[in-house]
Every structure is written in C-alpha cells, then in structure tokens.
C-alpha cells in the first residue's frame, strides 16, 4: 500500500481552504501551518499555463509534505521520530522526536515546522478534531495526511474542503483505487523530481 494524493493544479483557484481545512482540524498553534499554496508564473513555472512572456496566467500549487518513497527526513533524523510507515505515509513520532530539527535542514520541499516556543492559540478551547495531535514546544510537525483521521476511516481534512474538488486520494499500488484510476492517460509531475524522493503527492497539469 501507498497512499498518495494527486492534485490537478488546473482545477485549483487557490482559495486556501485546504489551509484553513489543515490548519483547523490538527488544531495547529498560531504561527504554524502545515501547507501552503505556491503561486507559479514566469517561462519555467510547471503550474503556469501559456506562453512566456505573453497570455500567461499563474498557477497555484498546493504544497504540504510529499509523503516520499525515499524520505531525505528519515534518513536524517538520529532518533527514529522521522518514520515511514506501511501505509507509505511518513509521520514524526514526538516522544522520540528531540527538536534537534536534522529533518527540517534535510526536507527539500520547507514543509516541516518547528514549534518554537510554548504553542499558543486564538482560542482557549481547540478548534479541530476531538482527536487532533497534541503540538509541544521544542518538537517538529507536519502533515501526517491527517493519521488520526485517517484511524477512523475518514480521508485527509484538505481533501473533505477543497472547493474545487481538484483533490484525488487513494492507494497508488492499486490500479482500481480513485487515485490510480484518476491520473491514468494524464501529463503528470512531482516537485522537486531532480531530488529523488519519489514523493507520494503527484500533481496533474
């Protein structure tokens, strides 16, 4: 098994809900965010559509951990936190995880966070599921593709919230799962391809 997300930047509009959506339900601290959306222009842009310079628009590309096959994270973190499981997800156990951020210098994709400081939050209550994880000072989170979610049957947060339903998800080892079915026949790419990571986001122009 590999789960995976494919995101087709030509449906997105970069609304951020799917920021919004991350942000909220993992009841993430003020200050951290676990994705972000790229904005794309200019002749080399994967996302952008037309040509350069003239009739160009921008595209937006939802960035968040790339769930990789070869994990430069994992291979870096000194105290087993940085993980990847059977599932192909990659997650940070914090009660291994010693903030000593080796991890965050090797993700080439800047996704990772360090919570610098005691968390604080807009609120004196969470915002996010009953189930969210807990977020301590002096560790490092990122998108876990929503793991506690994910233990009751219910797909990622971003992908409930998208309102341009320009999200799939699915298994990638299965070729009758939505995801594989989804990007069949379609031009796709990954970020960051010269790294070797053979991230599990793939993205549809």
């Known amino acids: 098994m590999r789960l995976a997300m494919a995101i087709d930047v030509g449906k997105c509009i970069g609304c951020k809900a799917c920021l919004v959506a991350c942000k909220s339900n993992n009841n993430l601290p003020d200050g951290v965010w676990w994705s972000r959306v790229d904005m794309n222009e200019g002749q080399d842009a994967e996302a952008a559509v037309g040509t350069y310079p003239h009739d160009l628009s921008i595209g937006f590309v939802p960035t968040t951990c790339q769930h990789c096959d070869r994990a430069p994270c994992v291979a870096a973190c000194g105290t087993g936190a940085s993980q990847k499981l059977e599932n192909g997800t990659v997650i940070i156990d914090p009660e291994l995880c010693m903030g000593c ?37 002096g560790k490092t989170g990122k998108c876990d593709f929503c ?45 960051l391809e010269e790294e070797g990571t053979s991230p599990s986001t793939v993205y549809i122009r």
């Open 101 to 137: 951020q080796s991890c965050i210098v090797a993700c080439p994709y800047e996704v990772r966070v360090f919570i610098d400081g005691a968390p604080e939050y807009q609120t004196d209550f969470p915002l996010g599921d009953e189930d969210a994880p807990a977020h301590e000072e």
């Open 147 to 191: 793991a506690h979610r994910l233990a009751r049957g219910a797909e990622p947060a971003c992908m409930e919230l998208c309102l341009a339903r320009c999200r799939v998800w699915g298994d990638l080892d299965d070729p009758q799962s939505d995801i594989s079915r989804y990007i069949a026949g379609k031009e796709t790419f990954s970020l």
